[in-house]
């Protein structure tokens, strides 16, 4: 299995990006080979003049085309996701995630932006025709703590929701693979030849 984790902070480190090492560290553990971006990656020239050439983008593209799934880890900010993560999203191709598998994970100021994940990211993900955009993993600051270093410390519940939403969508991306034709459908093909 691949999966690609974007960071759409314009900050490095951060509590999104904590949690999007988080989750790659726990996927890594179970053979999922991850793919890292960060916005950093892309020229601001290049996001903001729409450069659909810039090599970059192309490699994520290729990246997302090959791949079985999506982690994408924001911060929340007036009540949506980060802008700087928008404007990479719309430079991305109009099926970009199709039959792929999304989690999102995001973190805000306080509960108050909980519902930033449903009511705006969760849309523009669809847009891009994702197969399935999980429910995903919200956290306030204050239950991410030392993010500066890695591993940052989490509450104890936010912990348990991440592990389960990972859980979650290892459990989707398996769903996802094509199954290997069984033994005796592959005698009863070659008997119809």
Do not use: C
Request: proline share 6%; aromatic share 8%.
């Amino acid at each position: 299995m691949r999966v690609v984790t974007l960071a759409g902070s314009p900050r490095q480190p951060s509590r999104s990006s904590s949690l999007l090492a988080l989750s790659h560290q726990w996927l890594a553990s179970r053979g999922v080979e991850v793919f890292t971006y960060n916005i950093q990656d892309f020229s601001a020239d290049d996001l903001l003049f729409a450069n659909f050439g810039s090599p970059q983008l192309k490699q994520l593209n290729a990246e997302l085309a090959s791949a079985d799934g999506l982690i994408v880890a924001t911060p929340v900010y007036k009540a949506s996701f980060s802008g700087a993560l928008k404007t990479l999203l719309d430079l991305l191709p109009e099926r970009a995630l199709d039959h792929k598998v999304v989690l999102p994970l995001a973190t805000a100021g306080s509960i108050g932006h909980m519902l930033a994940v449903d009511y705006a990211l969760k849309p523009v993900l669809a847009s891009l025709k994702a197969q399935e955009v999980l429910q995903g993993v919200f956290a306030d600051d204050s239950q991410i703590t030392d993010y500066q270093t890695f591993p940052a410390k989490l509450a104890p519940a936010l912990e348990e929701r991440l592990i389960e939403s990972l859980e979650n969508f290892y459990l989707a991306l398996s769903r996802r693979r094509p199954q290997l034709p069984s033994v005796a459908s592959l005698s009863a093909q070659a008997l119809r030849v």
